[in-house]
């Protein structure tokens, strides 16, 4: 039983199928049908990808391995059992003989006023569509404004967070913006503006000072706002208040600061480290021969670093998937010994939007064309599937003009950043309204904003190890960095805040009934409130 197909998880699903050969039932419990390729979703929000192009099938990938559509809710390690919902609040339980458990990570969440009322994160296909919309909506909005400063406030956009997701995105969006711009004639010759912030004293800290100098010198060439040192102290529904006192007018900020293991971990009861499961070299939790946990679930020792524990990078879940099935399949007497996890750094890649980037290859700093060619390179090579696709999509945008228009697939309050399933939207009248039970000690429950904080990690996309002075440096930075940004959360879909005491949308928080049970739409919605008697 494999728990999760993010990046450990997929790759695990698919090396036990390799090496068991149908001499194993091998089963993968996960919300959605796909693999997401997170590294590419910054393009999905720009326009660039549609979105099935990042997503891998997994019946279509996995042979050998049967899929189950659902969420895990509890893990009864005595009992060998793992409960799940399924899509449309159906309740199941499941049984294994091992159990891997790859859940991956969810936003993470700071103690800042405003941020969970104001802000969206980064980290899932819906959060990508709905940020592809809400910045068109904006510019679109702001070319019927009879005052210049709320189009001003409409078409200034703040990311929070300059690691790798943060970069990438204000890169890829400002971009867009910027040919959005010229179809909409702006009054008062506002311009669209971006704004990057980060407590850290330059982009891309994790990174070599020569790339991270690439990166800066690209945004701001672009007119890209950098701003570090700075991070902001409150959100409210006009703009955000920054820590050196100037207040922003933004009707949008991109929650970018980082991650925290999916709060599914914390119920299982066994010992953890910053809200990470612990577990051996072997992958395997200690005390427990048949539980094996991987990617940014789980707090792998570093062997080159003897004494700290792997970052939660893209790099490590797709190794430690690998390692895993191994392993696994070497318990049941299958495939090769088990191993140790080692891991060996290959270099890492940005996407600058266009044709720059900044590439370290084997140790080989590059910048400019040669870096986009060899960054779109190491992306078509590490996608499991649609590689073809993805080119095709890369042909088309180089050579036809984008298409700038709002789908009106998801609502801003269908994707709140306190959320711990980023991957699903909420949609009112789900299971959420179908009066189901909720399953006991479900991820929910174990949800704190304040707990197993982990900072913005490059390996979301494809970076390198976090190094020890960037924990320092975070530690050392105390109540500052709760401090370090929220979002003005932008309109609705019909240009209306969603949020609460901003028009009839409700408050994208903890998740509030927002439908009526006489007009139930099915959708995949995590249950968080108490059973409504009147739903039936």
């Known amino acids: 039983m494999i728990v999760g197909a993010g990046f450990a998880g997929y790759r695990a699903a698919r090396t036990l ?128 404004e009879d005052d210049p400063k709320a189009g001003a406030a409409r078409c200034t956009f703040v990311v929070v967070g300059a690691g790798y997701t943060g970069t990438e995105v204000a890169a890829q969006m400002q971009l867009l913006t910027d040919r959005l711009a010229r179809r909409h004639a702006l009054p008062g010759g506002v311009r669209p503006r971006w704004i990057l912030l980060d407590v850290a004293e330059r982009v891309l800290p994790e990174l070599d000072r020569r790339l991270s100098r690439t990166a800066d010198r690209v945004l701001r060439a672009r007119g890209v706002d950098v701003r570090m040192g700075t991070s902001v102290k409150e959100a409210t529904h006009d703009g955000v208040l920054l820590t050196d006192g100037e207040f922003v007018a933004t009707r949008t900020l991109v929650w970018c600061v980082g991650v925290r293991p999916d709060p599914l971990v914390a119920a299982v009861g066994q010992p953890l480290e910053r809200g990470r499961l612990l577990v051996d070299p072997y992958l395997q939790v200690p005390g427990r021969p048949d539980v094996f946990g991987c990617g940014d679930a789980a707090a792998v020792p570093d062997l080159e670093r003897p004494g700290s524990f792997t970052p939660m990078t893209a790099q490590h879940a797709w190794r430690q998937g690998r390692v895993a099935g191994e392993n696994v399949a070497a318990s049941l007497g299958l495939g090769r010994r088990r191993r140790a996890y080692r891991h060996r750094d290959l270099g890492f890649a940005v996407d600058l939007g266009g044709v720059r980037a900044a590439a370290n290859p084997f140790g080989v700093p590059l910048s400019g064309p040669a870096a986009g060619a060899v960054t779109r390179g190491y992306h078509l090579a590490a996608l499991p599937g649609n590689r073809v696709r993805v080119a095709a999509d890369w042909l088309l945008d180089a050579v036809l003009p984008r298409q700038g228009v709002q789908l009106g697939l998801v609502r801003s309050w269908s994707v709140p950043l306190d959320t711990a399933s980023p991957e699903l939207a909420r949609v009112p009248g789900g299971p959420e309204g179908a009066g189901g039970p909720k399953p006991p ?71 509030r009934r927002t439908d009526s049970p006489d007009h139930p739409a099915p959708g995949p919605v995590k249950r968080t409130d108490p059973p409504d008697p009147a739903a039936g």
């Open 17 to 144: 199928a390799r090496l068991t050969r149908h001499r194993a039932d091998v089963t993968l419990l996960n919300p959605t049908d796909y693999f997401l390729y997170l590294p590419l979703l910054p393009q999905v929000a720009a326009g660039i990808l549609e979105a099935r192009r990042v997503t891998v099938s997994l019946p279509g990938t996995l042979h050998g391995v049967r899929m189950v559509l659902g969420e895990a809710d509890h893990v009864d390690l005595d009992g060998r059992t793992v409960h799940y919902s399924d899509p449309e609040g159906g309740i199941g339980t499941l049984g294994y003989d091992r159990l891997v458990l790859s859940v991956g990570s969810v936003n993470k969440l700071l103690p800042v006023p405003g941020v969970a009322e104001h802000a969206h994160g980064f980290r899932g296909l819906p959060e990508a569509l709905y940020l592809r919309d809400h910045v068109t909506r904006q510019v679109e909005l702001a070319a019927t």
């Open 441 to 511: 000690d479900g991820r929910e429950r174990a949800r704190e904003p304040e707990r197993a904080e982990q900072p913005e990690q490059p390996g979301q996309a494809q970076g390198p190890e976090r190094t020890e002075e960037a924990d320092q440096a975070e530690q050392a930075a105390g109540p500052e960095r709760a401090e370090e940004a929220v979002r003005a959360d932008g309109a609705g879909p019909d240009g209306e805040p969603p949020a609460a005491g901003r028009g009839d949308h409700p408050a994208p928080g903890p998740v």
